[in-house]
Structures are given as structure tokens and as C-alpha cells.
């Protein structure tokens, strides 16, 4: 059974940072593309940043590109973000997202809420 589970959320002041983390359980991680993905309040759920199998590249949003650094440890099974210089447009509810590398299929997490804010 596929579980990815998310934490390192919270409340932050604008220009402070977090780190998530996601642990996937359930799959052979090392073969699965990654993604973070993230919902603000009245928007529509967008990517934030992707990492491939290996760790080899990584893509981000524009709007986070040089605050955020995705990262992957594939003894660990697990994916993070590193995000600096957090500004309340960040304030999001964010999700991992794993790809099935066979059969394309996603698989969510839960969710970690993110909130910036002085």
C-alpha cells in the first residue's frame, strides 16, 4: 500500500524558513519521480517543484526558483523542501506527490499545512 506521509509544516514569519519532508512507504522510491505541489486557500493546486528518480534534475515553479530546493535521499525514502525566504504568498497547503514510473499512476499524500505570516 502505497503512504506518503508529509510533515514539517507550521506558522512562519515572512523571511524565515521550513523544511518538509515526505516518507514514502509502501513502493520502491528509487524508481519513482517526485513532486511538490501545493494548494492556497481559493486556487487551484499547483507544482511547486519535481525531482527525478535519481535526484538528477530538478524543476521549479518560477515563483519559488532560488528560495526552494528540492532533495531526495533514496536510502531514506524520503523527499524534502527546503524553503527560505518564505513570503505569505507561500501560505499554502502542501502535498507530495510520487509518479509510478510502470503504470503513471499518482499517489498523493495528505497534506502539510504551511502558513506565513507575521
Known amino acids: 500500500q502505497v503512504q506518503l506521509v508529509e510533515s514539517g509544516g507550521g506558522l512562519v514569519q515572512p523571511g524565515g524558513s521550513l523544511r518538509l519532508s515526505c516518507a514514502a512507504s509502501g513502493f520502491t522510491f528509487k524508481y519513482y519521480d517526485m513532486s511538490w505541489y501545493r494548494q492556497a486557500p481559493g486556487k487551484e493546486r499547483e507544482v511547486v517543484a519535481d525531482?527525478?528518480?535519481?535526484?538528477?534534475?530538478?524543476n521549479y515553479v518560477g515563483s519559488v526558483k532560488g528560495r526552494f530546493t528540492i532533495s531526495r535521499d533514496n536510502a531514506r525514502n524520503t523527499v524534502y523542501l527546503q524553503m527560505n525566504s518564505l513570503t505569505p504568498e507561500d501560505t499554502a497547503v502542501y502535498y507530495c506527490k510520487a509518479r509510478s514510473p510502470f503504470t503513471l499512476t499518482d499517489y498523493w499524500g495528505q497534506g502539510t499545512q504551511v502558513t506565513v505570516s507575521s
Open positions: 525531482i527525478t528518480s535519481t535526484g538528477g534534475i530538478t
